[in-house]
């Protein structure tokens, strides 16, 4: 493995669901820390990257700053082997958040050190793959699908249909991914649910609560309910790091065969491109530093 990149893995991630529901602006928020209002509707795939650290020691600082600032309003989470645990809401400005990415390293001139280094933080490249909702593209779309170790299964809080088509969209993704995929719902456009100091109730267009979409999480096997706001940034990294997170653990505990393309994990010696499974398209690479362009949402 070379010590040349910042990364240990490449772990590939697709985001789904009814078009309209953010899954575009989630990325794009998380990969530049922004928020687009106006866009096209993305056609086929779209591609962005972003560093993450994984496992301690940045997991456990993460621990430990849920515990000490956790708010009066908490989101009820959980895995499928039904374990429970209260996470906090909070919410991502452009500039804060996850740390940056790491610098490649550079070969250093003297062989010994007078004291051991700490153990060295994981850091894993998360590959984006932004499919499209529309049903016109279905058929294309799902063979990306192919080779995702992760995914984050979409929908639009102040639109009911887009809920009721999550069960959908899930088995597609389990009848062509593999068997392992890390799955986490989400509940995108928070900011529309709120109301509002004055009228109370008036500007709250909320039409799933969250205990259905709990509820539909924990029957499903999905690993966690997660409400979030590509225009606020409420929850974008918490839900895309929960993802990474799992995947980690999965990688830890020698689920993934990382010479095998279909696993959706690798090493640094073999990437994941935006040439991958169900070919075409164009990678289009956001660095972690929030760099670089992205083209399309839905």
Not at 153 to 170: A, G, I, P, Y
Not at 187 to 206: H, S, V
Not at 268 to 276: I, K, N, V
Request: proline share 5%; with cysteine.
């Amino acid at each position: 493995m070379s010590s040349s990149l910042p990364w240990d893995y490449i772990a590939k991630l697709v985001c789904i669901g009814d078009s309209g529901c953010g899954k575009s602006s989630l990325t794009i928020r998380l990969c530049e820390g922004r928020f687009v209002t106006h866009h096209d509707v993305t056609i086929g795939v779209e591609f962005g990257s972003r560093i993450v650290p994984v496992g301690p020691p940045h997991s456990n600082l993460d621990s430990q700053q849920s515990q000490q600032q956790q708010p009066a309003s908490s989101t009820t989470t959980f895995t499928s082997d039904s374990t429970t645990t209260t996470i906090p809401n909070t919410t991502t400005s452009s500039s804060g958040g996850l740390p940056p990415p790491p610098i490649a390293a550079k070969p250093s001139s003297s062989s010994s050190s007078a004291s051991d280094p700490p153990v060295p933080q994981k850091h894993m490249k998360l590959s984006l793959w932004d499919t499209a909702g529309q049903e016109t593209y279905k058929s294309v779309t799902r063979s990306y699908f192919r080779g995702a170790s992760g995914a984050l299964l979409v929908f639009d809080l102040s639109r009911k249909q887009t809920f009721e088509h999550v069960t959908d969209w899930l088995n597609d993704l389990r009848a062509i991914a593999e068997p392992d995929i890390v799955v986490i719902l989400v509940g995108n456009k928070a900011d529309l649910t709120e109301a509002n100091d004055e009228n109370e109730g008036e500007n709250n267009k909320r039409e799933v609560t969250r205990k259905e979409a709990e509820e539909w999480a924990r029957r499903n096997g999905v690993l966690e309910y997660v409400e979030t706001s590509a225009k606020s940034g409420e929850n974008v990294e918490k839900a895309f790091m929960r993802v990474a997170e799992r995947i980690y653990q999965n990688i830890q505990a020698g689920k993934y065969d990382l010479n095998d393309r279909r696993s959706g994990v690798k090493g640094p010696s073999a990437g994941l491109g935006g040439g991958g499974a169900g070919g075409g398209g164009t990678h289009v690479k956001l660095t972690g530093d929030k760099a670089g362009g992205y083209g399309g949402c839905c």
